[in-house]
């Protein structure tokens, strides 16, 4: 699988959109996007994930830059739940295949009042 | 939603003593899950796939007949850190793929602290 470039630590005021930064520029053209967020102590959450379509859904929306090379999660309002570490993972999708989730260092977001 | 459940959530032991953590879906069949383990300050580190019916396959470096793994069933993934040591202390979190679904859900994970 793909690796993936993200910068560790971003800063976002409540209410305002938070634009997370993806780089995957070895990904190949049957790895999906995906993206998931830990909140301190707890089980990584499932936000959204794509191929090359931007994807929205009521969590988040998904840049994915023509050539796929990276891509950008938007929290389109901002709320102080929202601060957790995000992470972008490339893999190839499969339904069964059962492929593994290869976590990176991921963004830690902090939503400020 | 796809839920799954870990237990315990939270567990402190001797050192030298066997631990096992459980992992449930709780409505839907799991045919692959996965074991992880994550230090503070540090992302997930997958440790090993467990897969029903057959034996786990486990990723470089994690010691197999440390860390046991048993997929007797559909539903259920267990985890058995055995002979733990300080050094085993973490949070471990197990996740399972919904079938003919992308996504992956996980547990809540447990906090295994060796004393």
């Known amino acids: 699988d793909a690796k993936t470039t993200q910068p560790p630590s971003m800063d976002c005021a409540e209410g305002r959109a938070a634009n997370l930064p993806c780089n995957h520029s070895?990904?190949?053209?049957?790895?999906?996007v995906y993206w998931y967020r830990q909140i301190h102590s707890q089980g990584p959450q499932y936000i959204i994930h794509?191929?090359?379509n931007n994807e929205t859904n009521e969590m988040a929306s998904l840049i994915i830059t023509e050539d796929r090379k990276s891509s950008t999660l938007i929290l389109p309002h901002a709320t102080l739940r929202d601060t957790a570490v995000y992470y972008c993972?490339?893999?190839?999708?499969?339904?069964?295949?059962?492929?593994?989730?290869?976590f990176g260092q991921g963004t830690e977001l902090s939503v400020k009042p | 939603g796809a839920v799954v459940s870990q237990h315990p959530s939270w567990v402190i032991c001797k050192s030298g003593t066997s631990v096992k953590i459980e992992c449930r879906s709780l409505?839907?069949?799991?045919?692959?899950m996965f074991w992880y383990r994550q230090f503070p300050k540090q992302s997930l580190m997958l440790m090993a796939t467990?897969?029903?019916?057959?034996?786990?396959?486990?990723e470089q470096g994690v010691e197999k007949d440390k860390f046991l793994i048993n997929h007797a069933s559909l539903t259920l993934s267990t985890l058995t850190v055995t002979s733990a040591h300080p050094e085993d202390s973490s949070f471990y979190i197990c996740?399972?793929?919904?079938?003919?679904?992308?996504?992956?859900?996980f547990g809540s994970g447990t906090r295994l602290t060796v004393v």
């Open positions: 996740s399972a793929q919904r079938p003919q679904e992308e996504g992956y859900t």
């Open positions: 070895t990904i190949s053209g049957n790895e999906y």
């Open positions: 794509g191929l090359k």
């Open positions: 993972i490339v893999r190839v999708a499969g339904g069964n295949q059962g492929g593994k989730l290869i």
């Open positions: 409505d839907f069949q799991a045919t692959t």
């Open positions: 467990s897969n029903e019916g057959s034996k786990a396959t486990y």
